[in-house]
């Protein structure tokens, strides 16, 4: 299928969305949003596909919601529209990995898009930032929720208060994402990562994303008990019986996602 905003191909195992405004530096237009919702629908839906990339381009990640379309809009227009609850949260129920490749600008909902990804690689010149308060408004997609989860709120304040950009280094050093590569280097390393993650069990891929993203959504106690649960339920799959004993013949499991 066609998008006006968004490219979709699929590589080996992996499905890679880039958005693709580049002389909006993919602004998040509804229009964009659109795309992206239909595009992880049908990557979700296609068997061979078991993690999905997503990325924009050297320059720009998403330099955030269009500006554009959203100057004009009045609090009704936004409340009846539930503005931004629309599609945007997609990509948060999507139960593939989702793998963000961050290279330029991540701001405001660009930075919010790729938190609600499952890990963030950026290139060496990644800029993330919510600098939604220079525009006399404020994150609207998690930017003041999931920003302070995952740096703390001493920096999530710092970002959401004075606008600031933040580095690769800098949002490396805080755990914002999980490693730095050089950009030339980003599609390249981030594919093999998603290949390694494409040739595990897949069930066991989705109980580990679930049971991560249930940190972020519950108590310690609750996530303790939903992680053991599912651990238990490991054990009535075959690809748990199949990875032990591959283990003890030293050999490569060969996982067959029942
Ligand atoms: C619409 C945008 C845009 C945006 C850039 N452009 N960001 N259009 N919405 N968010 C457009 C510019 O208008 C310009 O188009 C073209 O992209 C290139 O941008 P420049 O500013 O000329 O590029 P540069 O000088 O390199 O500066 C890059 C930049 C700057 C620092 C990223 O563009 C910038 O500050 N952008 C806005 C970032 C921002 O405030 N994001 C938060 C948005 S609010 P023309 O046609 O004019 O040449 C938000 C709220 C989220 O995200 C809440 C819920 C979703």
Same mark, same amino acid.
Request: proline content about 3%.
């Given at each position: 299928?066609?998008?006006?905003?968004?490219?979709?191909?699929? +590589?080996?195992?992996?499905?890679?969305?880039? @958005?693709?405004?580049?002389?909006?530096?993919?602004?998040? *237009? +509804?229009?964009?949003?659109?795309?992206?919702?239909?595009?992880?629908?049908?990557?979700?839906?296609?068997?061979?596909?078991?993690?999905?990339?997503?990325?924009? *381009?050297?320059?720009?990640?998403?330099? $955030?919601?269009?500006?554009?379309?959203?100057?004009?809009?009045?609090?009704?227009?936004?409340?009846?529209?539930?503005?931004?609850?629309?599609? !945007?949260?997609?990509?948060?129920? =999507?139960?593939?990995?989702?793998?963000?490749?961050?290279?330029?600008?991540? #701001?405001?909902?660009?930075?919010?898009?790729?938190?609600? =990804?499952?890990?963030?690689?950026?290139?060496?010149?990644?800029?993330? $930032?919510?600098? &939604?308060?220079?525009?006399?408004?404020?994150?609207?997609?998690?930017?003041?929720?999931? #920003?302070?989860?995952?740096?703390?709120? *001493?920096?999530?304040?710092?970002? =959401?208060?004075?606008?600031?950009?933040?580095?690769?280094? &800098? /949002? !490396?050093?805080?755990?914002?994402?999980?490693?730095?590569?050089?950009?030339?280097?980003?599609?390249?390393?981030? %594919?093999?990562?998603?290949?390694?993650?494409?040739?595990? +069990?897949?069930?066991?891929? %989705?109980?580990?994303? &679930?049971?991560?993203?249930? /940190?972020?959504?519950?108590? @310690? +106690?609750?996530?303790?008990?939903?992680?053991?649960?599912?651990?238990?339920?490991?054990?009535?799959?075959?690809?748990?019986?199949?990875?032990?004993?591959?283990?003890?013949?030293?050999?490569?499991?060969?996982?067959?996602?029942?």
């Amino acid at each position: 299928m066609a998008y006006d905003n968004i490219l979709v191909e699929t +590589s080996g195992q992996v499905g890679v969305i880039t @958005l693709n405004r580049p002389k909006a530096l993919n602004a998040l *237009s +509804s229009g964009l949003i659109r795309d992206l919702g239909a595009a992880l629908d049908a990557f979700e839906a296609a068997p061979d596909v078991r993690v999905i990339v997503l990325t924009g *381009s050297d320059k720009a990640f998403a330099a $955030g919601a269009d500006i554009k379309e959203m100057a004009e809009k009045t609090y009704m227009d936004a409340y009846l529209q539930n503005f931004i609850t629309q599609g !945007w949260e997609r990509v948060t129920v =999507c139960r593939k990995p989702v793998i963000a490749a961050v290279a330029g600008f991540a #701001l405001g909902g660009g930075c919010e898009l790729a938190m609600m =990804c499952d890990m963030i690689i950026a290139a060496d010149n990644a800029k993330f $930032g919510q600098p &939604e308060i220079n525009l006399g408004t404020m994150p609207g997609a998690g930017g003041t929720q999931r #920003l302070t989860r995952f740096v703390g709120k *001493s920096k999530a304040m710092d970002m =959401c208060l004075t606008g600031r950009m933040m580095d690769a280094d &800098e /949002a !490396w050093k805080c755990g914002l994402v999980s490693r730095v590569v050089p950009l030339d280097d980003l599609r390249e390393t981030v %594919m093999r990562i998603a290949e390694t993650i494409a040739d595990k +069990s897949l069930p066991i891929t %989705m109980m580990v994303k &679930e049971a991560v993203n249930t /940190a972020y959504e519950t108590t @310690l +106690s609750q996530g303790i008990h939903f992680e053991r649960r599912t651990f238990h339920a490991t054990f009535a799959t075959d690809d748990q019986k199949e990875g032990m004993a591959a283990f003890i013949e030293k050999r490569q499991p060969s996982f067959t996602d029942r």
